[in-house]
Structure formats: C-alpha cells, structure tokens
C-alpha cells in the first residue's frame, strides 16, 4: 500500500498543442478508493497510464510511496492493472492466467498455489480454476482479471473502465464487489470510469476532470451537493441539473412567478447582470398554481421513483426541465403541470468561462 502523488503532470502528445493532461496536481492517500472521472477525451485514462508508466510524463512528476517514479518502467513501480478487454491468455487455465505473472518472477510454486487459492475463494472462482477465459461469461472474466492483479499484492490497483464491456445488471454486481474488496484489501486503488453513477457509488473521493484539467475532487456527497463550477454541476447526477442562464431580479432571481431570492454579496460577485442558476430534479416540485408551467413530453417510470421531462419557458426563452415526481401518481405524457423551486436548495453560478460557484 502507498501514497499516490500527482505533481503538475503533464502529457503532451506529438502533433497536439493541448495538453491531454495538463498540470495535474493530486494526492491520493493510502489505501484510499479514488476514481478519476469525465466524458471522453478529458485525460482520465491517460492519466492512469502515466502513473502506470505507459505513457510519458511531458512536466512535473508522479510519487509512489514517496518514491519518484516518473521515468521509472511499469514492471519497476509495483502496480498490477486491471483493464477494459480482461486481457486473459486464452490457451491458459484461470489458475495459470491468475499465477503468471509470479510465475514469471520466480515465485514458488506452493506460493503461487497458494495465493491463487486465496485469491479465488475471495472472488468466488474456485469452482472455475481449471476452465480456459472461453469457457467463463464477462463477468467471470472479469473476476479473474482482478485475480490476476490480487495476487501480486502490489502497493497500488490501477482500473481502466473494466466494468466498461458487462451489462447493465452484471455492472452494477461487479461493481458492489469490486467496492467490497478494495475495502477488504485496504489497497489503494485509481479507477477510471466515464459513468458518474459508477463514480458517485464506488470512490471514497472522486476527481473530475474536463479537457486534461482538474476541475474538482471531492467526496461523491460534496461533489453532489456542493460543484465548484457550472461543468461538475451538469456532470455529477442522473439526470443531471437543471441549468439556465437568467437575469438578476431585484434581490434574487426570477424563474418563472417565483422570485428566489439571493443575497446582495452573491449578486456583486457575478459581476454583470446574468447568473447560471441550478436546481437538481428532486428540488423541483409540482405545485397548484404559480411557479413555471411545465409541459411533460416523457415520463421514466423506474419503480421507487419516476422523473418527467418536459418543456418550460424562463425569461422568454423555451428551457427543458427534468423533476422528480410521486412514483405512486405521476402525470402523463402531453399534461401540462406548474412546479416549483425548492429555494433552500438552489445553486448560483458565474456566466464566466469557468462557470464558478457563487453560492
């Protein structure tokens, strides 16, 4: 187990004048759950192959355990990667696929036994030691991945999106197992997804990145709860907040017929005459009159809850609108309903590039 240290990495591909990853400041604690998260291209994945070794750090430098290993090679850092496509040999056992890589370090073979054993009872593959990857469902493979990786006893797990290729219901499984043995195991572990969902349940912190910079890295409840910026604020939910550009009222904001009211220091802060005001969808209520008028074009029915989006108007301007509803009786496609804010819940940001948090 070890400390984790991004310090200004940088990765700058030949041809590129962005950076993929640009000065990347991070500290990873012992045996904690860290899960780098964004949409695609924004240099999650390769930041983990940096701190893996295959990909070249361009400026700053990486730290393992207080080592630095920024031009170390892979086989050097003592770190075991778990990847998207399992990786497995296919003409080996699930015993020789998990034991191959000590195999390969001299490893005695009572000790590779050993381990293998240990590994599988943990995974639950001990009935499938002797079968060939081709023989095994995704989620199996996938277990022996981790298998693989367990056996190492490396200081650090590194997993680039290996739930990426499981169905739906197997994803969600694997991904309660894989939470529950990282805590058993007490390694620390960098995790990549592009899934926010997956982000949110697994991570004890969780980095969003956007366009190679850091944005925020928080617990999943700060991050929901408390974005820094209009970006992590659209990103981090399912379905993600409502965000409309509007204008600054005479003490707050006006969404619809209801003033939500702001204070005079928030308002300075913008500095001009519009905010970015956000609601998530279970802060939009369905009121009797007044508020904005919502017009349903799809209902999501998903047993303990439902969430209807719809069309509203603010400001002059037709906005879409997601709100949770009662499960038990929500209206109906085409129905025209009013909603309300929950005041006490509403987020106010900057309409600057960077979209910062106001309040």
């Known amino acids: 187990m070890a400390t984790i240290s991004y310090d200004r990495a940088t990765r ?8 993929a990853v640009d000065a990347l400041d991070l500290q990873i604690e012992d045996g904690e759950f860290l899960v780098l998260v964004g949409p695609s291209g924004c240099g999650k994945s390769t930041s983990l192959r940096m701190l893996a070794g295959l990909e070249e750090v361009d400026g700053g430098r990486i730290m393992i355990g207080g080592t630095d290993v920024t031009h170390s090679e892979p086989k050097d850092r003592d770190i075991a990667m778990v990847f998207q496509n399992y990786a497995l040999y296919p003409h080996m056992s699930v015993a020789e696929n998990m034991g191959f890589a000590l195999k390969l ?3 005695d073979k009572a000790e590779i036994r050993k381990r293998v054993g240990d590994a599988a009872d943990m995974l639950d593959l001990g009935d499938y030691l002797d079968r060939k990857p081709k023989a095994l469902s995704g ?3 996938q277990r022996v991945a981790m298998g693989r990786a367990i056996v190492r006893q490396p200081q650090v797990f590194l997993m680039d999106e290996p739930l990426s290729n499981l169905d739906a219901k197997l994803r969600v499984q694997t991904r309660t197992q894989i939470a529950q043995l990282q805590r058993r195991l007490g390694t620390t572990t960098v995790y990549v997804t592009h899934d926010q969902v997956e982000a949110m349940t697994m991570g004890d912190r969780v ?15 700060e991050l929901y709860r408390s974005p820094v910026n209009v ?27 209801q003033l939500v009211p702001v204070s005079r220091d928030v308002l300075a802060a913008a500095r001009g005459r519009e905010v970015v005001f956000g609601i ?11 508020g904005l008028e919502l017009t349903i074009d799809v209902v999501e029915e998903l047993g303990s809850e439902a969430f209807v989006f719809g069309n509203t108007t603010i400001d002059g301007d037709i906005q879409h609108l997601v ?3 009662d ?4 209206p109906e496609k085409g129905q025209v309903v009013h909603v309300r804010i929950d005041e006490a819940h509403a987020h106010i940001f900057a309409t600057t590039p960077g979209g910062e948090r106001l309040t």
């Open 323 to 325: 709100a949770r509803v």
């Open 12 to 19: 700058l591909f030949p041809g590129s004048s962005t950076p």
């Open 231 to 257: 970006f992590v604020a659209g990103f981090m939910g399912s379905p993600s907040m409502n965000l409309f550009t509007v204008p600054i009222a005479d003490g707050g904001v006006q969404i619809g017929e």
């Open 327 to 330: 499960w038990r009786s929500p």
């Open 105 to 107: 370090a001299g490893t």
């Open 139 to 141: 989620g199996q493979r």
């Open 207 to 221: 980095a969003v990145l956007k366009s190679g910079v850091l944005q925020q890295c928080a617990s999943p409840r």
């Open 280 to 290: 998530r969808p279970e802060h939009v209520q369905i009121a009797d009159s007044g």
